[in-house]
């Protein structure tokens, strides 16, 4: 085995090590783990895909366009009384 040193972020530090004592295993252990996860996952032969935002179908609106306008407005009215 290799030994290396690493840096990292505090945060990222502290979220690893209650992750892995959560796990009861050893910071090494879950680096090793991390490393093998994103390796095998992008594996050397697939080409490197730029990462994009995920997008999701949320199941359209379920308030009338027209509907939203007369809250809007209203919001509006509302605040313009209060100023």
């Known amino acids: 085995m290799v030994r290396i040193q690493i840096q990292m972020p505090d945060l990222l530090f502290q979220r690893a090590k209650r992750f892995a004592e959560a796990r009861e295993m050893s910071l090494a252990e879950l ?3 991390g ?3 994103l390796l095998d996952r992008w594996s050397e ?3 490197q895909a730029l990462w994009t935002l995920p997008s999701f179908d949320s ?7 027209e509907k939203l306008r007369e809250i809007s407005s209203d919001e509006e009215s ?3 009384v209060h100023e």
């Open 59 to 65: 199941g359209g609106m379920l308030v009338a366009l």
């Open 31 to 33: 680096t090793r783990c």
């Open 45 to 47: 032969q697939q080409p």
């Open 78 to 80: 509302l605040r313009s």
């Open 35 to 37: 490393l093998e996860l």
